[in-house]
């Protein structure tokens, strides 16, 4: 059985006051705020020095190599920060650059400072010294008051026996008072990490991303490519299976028209062996449609789909939907297809014992898990099943994501938005 995790087990849930606090994101946001004021500066005191210096050194052709250095530098930051901001706050925002074109080192300078991409990365480095250092002053003042609130008393009673004095009942009544306060600001502290956090990855989607009508164009021609490799897929199975066999079965029947008068004995085995040709290109029929557009998905909805999908894998798969009205058609056949490649990738390579898929709602969009307790190490490849499917959710704005760390567990986790 797949293990919860921690936050999604405490009373009132993942978003409650336990379940922010169990979180490792929570911490792991904390962690990212106190320090990006330091961050910041740092890029900040780079960055004004080697761009006033390359420019400088241009007029004198010292400073185009200083120049490209510096570009490259900042980009090469700005896809760091794309990766942390990802492992830090969950937000996923891929490399908005324009394609590579060929030539020489002209043409590459041309593509470095004409495109958009270069100068909204180095907007973004500059903005986070005044953002970072918000972040980092409003953070170590909070987590500072907490510590200080919920330590109470232990910083009383260590200070008085260091001075050698003794304290009173009041005292001892008023520290204690402030543990609970103390509680309650964690709380509160936790809250706004996750706030912050949340503007941080907004305002760095903006500028570190691809604006909206390259991105709608990138999925366009993801979505183009996808349909492209899905049309051929079914012309190869239908050359390769069914018009071979039904080929057969033309050549069996005229051979036995040919036998009829002469031969009826082999005549009728031939019509024998045709029929069972003609059912064997009729079973493959099906599965090329079931592969297209499986009929119990239209029929019968997504649950019913994916526990029979469920039903014919290897090992005991745990099938959990949980919508309480059906998806739009489109997302139930992407979810139904990232399930069963999913599952058909566990039966081939996984070595896994157990597995389990869920399908649930989170805002406007349907969530697809996929786990097994396999070896791991399955990677989303260039022209692989999975990034196929990768393809194909981003259609409809979609994201899949698979974390399959070597020795297991493999999870494969969908968003499918039910409005693009």
Same mark, same amino acid.
């Given at each position: ?28 946001? @904390? ?7 330091? /961050? ?20 004198? #052709? ?51 400072? *004409?495109?958009?991409? *270069? ?17 980092? !002053? ?59 956090? #949340? ?21 366009? @021609?993801?979505?183009?490519? @996808? ?6 897929? /079914? ?60 009929? /119990? ?114 999870? !494969? ?8």
């Amino acid at each position: 059985m797949r293990s919860v995790a921690l936050k999604d087990r405490v009373p009132w849930g993942p978003r409650g006051p336990l379940g922010v606090l169990a979180d490792p994101m929570t911490w792991r946001a @904390a962690a990212y705020l106190l320090v990006s004021g330091v /961050i910041g500066l740092g890029w900040f005191l780079l960055l004004s020095f080697a761009v006033p210096a390359s420019l400088t050194l241009a007029v004198v #052709w010292v400073g185009v190599p200083l120049a490209m250095a510096t570009v490259l530098m900042w980009r090469g930051g700005a896809m760091l920060e794309r990766r942390v901001l990802r492992a830090v706050f969950g937000v996923r925002i891929a490399d908005p650059y324009r394609r590579r074109p060929e030539g020489g080192v002209a043409a590459y300078l041309q593509w470095l400072v *004409t495109d958009p991409a *270069t100068w909204k990365d180095l907007g973004y480095l500059l903005m986070l010294l005044p953002l970072g250092a918000v972040e980092t !002053v409003v953070s170590f003042g909070l987590w500072v008051s907490t510590a200080v609130l919920l330590l109470a008393p232990v910083i009383l009673r260590v200070s008085m026996a260091a001075d050698g004095q003794t304290y009173a009942v009041e005292d001892h009544v008023a520290t204690w008072l402030c543990v609970p306060a103390g509680l309650v600001l964690l709380v509160l502290t936790a809250y706004l990490a996750r706030a912050m956090g #949340w503007l941080h990855g907004t305002l760095a989607t903006v500028l570190l991303g691809a604006p909206e009508e390259e991105r709608l164009r990138v999925s366009r @021609a993801r979505g183009v490519d @996808a349909a492209e490799a899905e049309r051929r897929r /079914i012309e190869r199975d239908l050359h390769d299976g069914a018009q071979q066999r039904l080929l057969s079965v033309a050549v069996d029947l005229g051979r036995a028209q040919a036998k009829f008068d002469t031969d009826p004995d082999t005549a009728r085995e031939l019509i024998v062996q045709a029929h069972a040709g003609t059912k064997a290109a009729i079973a493959e029929l099906r599965d090329l449609a079931r592969g297209i557009h499986p009929a /119990i998905l239209s029929d019968r909805g997504l649950d019913a789909a994916l526990s029979g999908l469920a039903a014919r894998a290897p090992v005991h798969v745990d099938v959990t939907v949980e919508l309480t009205e059906r998806p739009p058609a489109a997302v139930e056949s992407i979810a139904y297809f990232i399930v069963a490649e999913a599952l058909a990738n566990m039966a081939k390579h996984a070595v896994a014992t157990e597995a389990s898929v869920s399908v649930f709602r989170e805002r406007a969009a349907v969530v697809v898990d996929v786990w097994d307790n396999g070896v791991g190490g399955a990677l989303v490849t260039p022209g692989g099943g999975l990034a196929g499917l990768a393809d194909r959710a981003a259609t409809i704005d979609g994201v899949l994501v698979v974390h399959s760390p070597v020795g297991g567990p493999t999870i !494969v986790r969908a968003e499918l938005p039910c409005e693009w």
